[in-house]
């Protein structure tokens, strides 16, 4: 599967559209509360893909393969 990658400023950016740019941390929340799977950037931020969003949305499927190990315990 290929997906565009969603850097961590275009995350920032559709959690809050306008004003102040959000913390790492707030970003992270959100993605957490809204189900949307990341992987951090060894920056302080995170990344994800245009499908892990739309799943999340519940506009796509992510591969079974791709489930994170610690919602399988």
């Known amino acids: ?16 559209p ?4 959000p913390r790492p941390s ?5 993605a957490d509360d809204q189900g949307i799977r ?10 994800t893909t245009v499908d892990a969003v739309n799943a999340a949305l519940g506009l796509g499927k992510l ?3 791709a489930t994170k190990p610690e919602k399988l315990i």
């Not at 599967?1 to 275009?10: C, E, G, K, P, Y």
């Not at 707030?26 to 959100?30: D, F, I, L």
Request: charge should be positive; aromatic fraction near 16%; charged fraction near 25%.
């Open 63 to 65: 591969p079974e393969e």
């Open 18 to 21: 306008e004003g102040p740019l």
């Open 26 to 30: 707030t970003v992270r929340r959100w």
């Open 38 to 47: 990341y992987t951090y950037d060894g920056k302080g931020g995170i990344w």
């Open 1 to 16: 599967m290929s997906s565009q990658i969603l850097q961590f400023a275009a995350l920032q950016r559709i959690f809050k």
